[in-house]
DNA sequence: AACATCCCCAACCGCCTGAAG
DNA sequence: CCTTCAGGCGGTTGGGGATGT
């Protein structure tokens, strides 16, 4: 960050005077590019750590003119900084009533919440914590995040998760006309859908009714969300976060409801074995033999990414578990550029809704509970407590992936890992030295933190009604066909017995089009554009049932007109 | 003690948005 | 309507302290 340390950096006794006689301490830096953006030419901008005498100017401006006007500072003070650097300083450290020091225990708690609600929304967050900094906040996050992952913790406790929960339910109910809803369905620990399996969610009527009891606000951020999201809340956090950014472009949904377009698609994936095995579904499969239904990595990736990465049917629900992703509960209103993420449990399991990603790898109830988190103690701590109960759960019933009363899921960001899903996931995670054996359990909330949750959309959630068949085959085949991620066949036949293509990180749809290759990203970018008829970030209107138009402010009101006992 | 690695966080960068001309 | 500017936001960088070997 400070590539030349000015002079007398660190140095309170640092005279102003030096400052404004070499201005320009951090030359190489300042002087090389342009130092801001909004400046013109004009004398070199220091750059790198305030010193105390920088701070005591900016101080007394402030103090003097107020806030807002930072490019004058430099005019009226001779403070050798763009405004943008002085407004930073002010808001960062200088302001006052700003709160310094480590974050609170109840601090970090809403700020897992507002999190889980607003995904990296940090300004926004901040808002909510008088005196901290959003850039703190931030900085937090993003500490957290690295800690849970090496930890293999899930991000949200389950005591955030259930306080979500129940907040969730409180709008539930307003949505369900002030009729309560069961905690077993919307708490933390217990929202599942019974029985609720990809295969039975059309055949199964018992399974629907379940759906209208999702709160509102797990609807709405499923639904009510940006399609072109590049704040991939959580995953942005993560290294592979890039290739999700590249995927700036993401659908909320892709209904099979577009028969014409899934039967397109399947004509890319009714190639079924050739696509999934170019998708990297094909060992998965070999992994877990004894599921009926491929539910592969990329199914459990299923929703949105899994279309961004050409994997079309996996928004079908009739091929493994039907899976609603999303990221982060993010605020409806405000927050468009996220998503939830929903999964539909298995129906040989207890259908407790594990995210992969908020879930860290696998627990047992039993020993979860064992495991009692301390609650009075801060959350890292008491992630760090959950860890141990989940790497021992992990040993005891590596099978297992049941979420915990703790199951960590931000309430309506529960999701539910099916044992397909696991199995993929335990292969990830068995690869040494794999990329995603470190964040195998990350891996779908990745997708889904960028993209929309295309298979929880599933059936009959939406149409969209200005994407035909051609355009989606056509986006797909542009894709499968760029230089860069080899040629279609190549996608679809992976030569396994190459040196480069045998992993199954190479294998993976997402590595298809991000990750390792960056210009992927883009060139499925176009093809998404393509495919949506406009700009990436062009609106585009998904039409529900009746032929209801949303446009983008409907989609901010989707919980109320959603109503999940409709799709059937 | 020396070195390597990890981790924190202040600051920068690029992008976006809204206001003003 | 277009351009410019200012402010804001989120992501990233990298210095330096802490910790481990």
Known sequence: MYRVKSEGEGDSEMMLQDQMDSPVADDVSSGGGSPHPHRGAGPPLKKGPWTSAEDAILVDYVKKHGEGNWNAVQKNTGLFRCGKSCRLRWANHLRPNLKKGAFTPEEERLIIQLHAKMGNKWARMAAHLPGRTDNEIKNYWNTRIKRCQRASLPIYP??????????????????NGGENISNDLLSGNSLYLPDFTSDN?????????????????????????????????????VDQAGMLKQSSCVLPALSDAIDGVLSSVDQFSNESEKLKQALGFDYLNEANASSKSIAPFGVALTGSHAFLNGNFSASRPTNGPLKMELPSLQDTESDPNSWLKYTVAPAMQPTELVDPYLQSPSATPSVKSECASPRNSGLLEELLHEAQALRSGKNQQPSVRSSSSSAGTPCETTTVVSPEFDMGQEYWEEQPGSFLSEYAHFSGNSFTESTPPVSAASPDFFQFSKISPAQLLEAYSFAAQSPSMGSGEQALEP????????????????????????????????????LLGNGINAEYKPVLGDGIVLDSSSWNNMPHAFQMAEFK
């Open 201 to 237: 969610f059309i055949a199964n009527p018992e399974a629907l009714s379940y759906a209208p009891q999702l709160s509102a606000v797990s609807i709405s951020n499923l639904l009510g969300q940006s399609f072109a999201s590049k704040n991939c809340s959580f995953m942005d956090q």
């Open 158 to 175: 389950a005591s955030v998760c259930n306080q979500s929960s129940n907040e969730d339910q409180q709008v539930s109910g307003d949505f």
């Open 495 to 530: 030569k396994h017995e190459s040196a480069a293509s045998p992993h199954p990180e190479n294998l993976r749809p997402d590595a298809l089009f991000s990750g390792n290759n960056t210009a992927d990203a883009s060139i499925f970018n176009n093809a998404i554009a393509m």
